[in-house]
Each structure stands twice: as structure tokens, then as C-alpha cells.
């Protein structure tokens, strides 16, 4: 069970449980809150959130700006030390291929591992006329809707499979697979082929080709290259895409 998953009820019982509620109101999209606002999203008391946000911000987890708080420079450090990003990690082995697949395409590329039923994006590279894309590093999507989702589960264990197709392909636009029966149709295809794609299911106007990174038999991680409908032919990348997740894997050693 994840911090997240703990019903509210228990994780705000301790001091601990009420830092990582305030921690986790942050978001990509609201970066910076002011403490009123971080007490009525984490459910904690206005008198202990002000106790926790000084002791947060002396230690380096948040900063102040003016009335406002943000996530400090200590979670970035600490983020970094996990074995993905460390030297040697996943996202290092992973960059040098990732850099050719751009040089070659000079579209979006995306290195993703599978988090519960969500794909989060490890690393991304892309250029200055780079086609708008929803992903950014450390953000998430849904495994079900997005050409590196259906690579990391087409090879990938049964209850992670059953667990995204259980909680139901959650459609982010008219374009994503929503039947379930013809997911499991497209996982096959996938396992079969070795590659998968994404065509405008996470973002009309975006098309993805992907192919996973399998150490032992399953995924570890999946790498994509994603371009504009119709200016790019993700079938034309497909097996530069598939010869990278190769290489990744073989030079991998977790």
C-alpha cells in the first residue's frame, strides 16, 4: 500500500502522514500555494500546517515565496538518488540512445516505466519546433491510453495487466481503445510485434510509436518517439524505435 493509497482517516493520525499530505497537494499544474489553501487540500488543521510548512522549509522540502510555498531543491536531490536516475540507472544507460532516436527523428522522445496502471515519464527529449505534447518528466498518463502503456503491459505480468484493464481504459480523447476485449486484442498484436502505437489516444493531433525495454522476459521501461498526425509516420520509426529498447535492455544491469 502507497502513502497514497492510505485511507485519509489514518495517514493524517500522525505528524508524518500530515507532512505528506501537504507535500502531495503540490502539482505539476499548481506548483505554488499559499498555506490556507495547502491546509484545506491536505485536510490538515491551519495551525499545524503553518508548524509543518516551517519545518519543511528549514529542512529544504518547500520554499516560501512571499505568502506562497513550492517543493524545495531537497526533493529534487532526493528524487535523483533513486535507482532509475542514479549513475548507471536507467535514465543513464537509457540517454545516449535516446539522444540518436532524436537525432534521427527530430520528434518527441519519451523513456517511461510502468507505475500501477499509470505510465510515468522518466525522461524526455525534443527540440525547439517540437509538436505540444501532455507528458513532461514525472508526470503520468494512463497505462491504457498511450503507445508506452500498451508496451509495458503487452509484456508484462499478468496481474499488472489485469489491474489497468480492471480499472477500466479511462478515455482521454474520442481516439482511445476503450473496449476491453479489443485492448486485450491489441496487447496481443503488440507481444506479437514488438512495438506499439498511439495513434491521437492521448492527445488529438498526436501520433507515438513505442517498444519496450524487457530484461528477463518483462518490461522494465519502454521508449517512445511521438510526432504530429499526419507529419509523421510512426510505422517509419518503428524498428529504429525497437533496435534503441534492444540496446537499452542489453546494456542494462539493474
Same mark, same amino acid.
Given at each position: 500500500?502507497?502513502?497514497?493509497?492510505?485511507?485519509?482517516?489514518?495517514?493524517?493520525?500522525?505528524?508524518?502522514?500530515?507532512?505528506?499530505?501537504?507535500?502531495?497537494?503540490?502539482?505539476?499544474?499548481?506548483?505554488?500555494?499559499?498555506? *490556507? =489553501?495547502?491546509?484545506?487540500?491536505?485536510?490538515?488543521?491551519?495551525?499545524?500546517?503553518?508548524?509543518?510548512?516551517?519545518?519543511? =522549509?528549514?529542512?529544504?522540502?518547500? =520554499?516560501?515565496?512571499?505568502?506562497?510555498?513550492?517543493?524545495?531543491?531537497?526533493?529534487?536531490?532526493?528524487?535523483?538518488?533513486?535507482?532509475?536516475?542514479?549513475?548507471?540507472?536507467?535514465?543513464?544507460?537509457?540517454?545516449?540512445?535516446?539522444?540518436?532516436?532524436?537525432?534521427?527523428?527530430?520528434?518527441?522522445?519519451?523513456?517511461?516505466?510502468?507505475?500501477?496502471?499509470?505510465?510515468?515519464?522518466?525522461?524526455?527529449?525534443?527540440?525547439?519546433?517540437?509538436?505540444?505534447?501532455?507528458?513532461?518528466?514525472?508526470?503520468?498518463?494512463?497505462?491504457?491510453?498511450?503507445?508506452?502503456?500498451?508496451?509495458?503491459?503487452?509484456?508484462?505480468?499478468?496481474? *499488472?495487466?489485469?489491474?489497468?484493464?480492471? *480499472?477500466?481504459?479511462?478515455?482521454?480523447?474520442?481516439?482511445?481503445?476503450?473496449?476491453?476485449?479489443?485492448?486485450?486484442?491489441?496487447?496481443?498484436?503488440?507481444?506479437?510485434?514488438?512495438?506499439?502505437?498511439?495513434?491521437? =489516444?492521448?492527445?488529438?493531433?498526436?501520433?507515438?510509436?513505442?517498444?519496450?525495454?524487457?530484461?528477463?522476459?518483462?518490461?522494465?521501461?519502454?521508449? *517512445?518517439?511521438?510526432?504530429?498526425?499526419?507529419?509523421?509516420?510512426?510505422?517509419?520509426?518503428?524498428?529504429?524505435?525497437?533496435?534503441?529498447?534492444?540496446?537499452?535492455?542489453?546494456?542494462?544491469?539493474?
Amino acid at each position: 500500500m502507497t502513502a497514497v493509497d492510505i485511507p485519509p482517516s489514518t495517514r493524517l493520525d500522525t505528524s508524518i502522514g500530515k507532512a505528506m499530505a501537504l507535500l502531495d497537494a503540490f502539482t505539476a499544474d499548481v506548483p505554488s500555494l499559499g498555506a *490556507s =489553501e495547502l491546509a484545506r487540500r491536505a485536510g490538515v488543521p491551519k495551525s499545524t500546517t503553518h508548524r509543518l510548512l516551517a519545518f519543511l =522549509e528549514a529542512n529544504g522540502y518547500v =520554499e516560501r515565496t512571499g505568502t506562497s510555498y513550492r517543493l524545495g531543491q531537497r526533493l529534487f536531490e532526493l528524487g535523483n538518488h533513486i535507482a532509475f536516475c542514479r549513475p548507471r540507472g536507467l535514465r543513464d544507460v537509457a540517454l545516449p540512445y535516446l539522444t540518436d532516436l532524436y537525432e534521427r527523428s527530430h520528434q518527441v522522445v519519451h523513456l517511461a516505466v510502468l507505475d500501477g496502471t499509470d505510465v510515468l515519464y522518466l525522461e524526455k527529449l525534443f527540440g525547439h519546433r517540437h509538436v505540444r505534447t501532455p507528458s513532461y518528466v514525472g508526470g503520468r498518463v494512463p497505462a491504457t491510453c498511450c503507445a508506452l502503456g500498451k508496451a509495458l503491459l503487452a509484456f508484462g505480468d499478468d496481474t *499488472s495487466v489485469a489491474a489497468a484493464i480492471a *480499472s477500466g481504459p479511462r478515455p482521454l480523447t474520442p481516439y482511445t481503445l476503450a473496449n476491453k476485449a479489443l485492448f486485450r486484442s491489441e496487447l496481443a498484436r503488440v507481444h506479437h510485434e514488438g512495438v506499439a502505437y498511439d495513434r491521437e =489516444e492521448v492527445a488529438v493531433g498526436l501520433t507515438c510509436v513505442a517498444a519496450p525495454i524487457v530484461k528477463h522476459g518483462h518490461a522494465v521501461a519502454a521508449v *517512445s518517439v511521438a510526432g504530429p498526425t499526419g507529419a509523421f509516420d510512426p510505422t517509419q520509426h518503428a524498428a529504429a524505435v525497437r533496435r534503441a529498447a534492444n540496446a537499452i535492455a542489453a546494456d542494462y544491469h539493474p
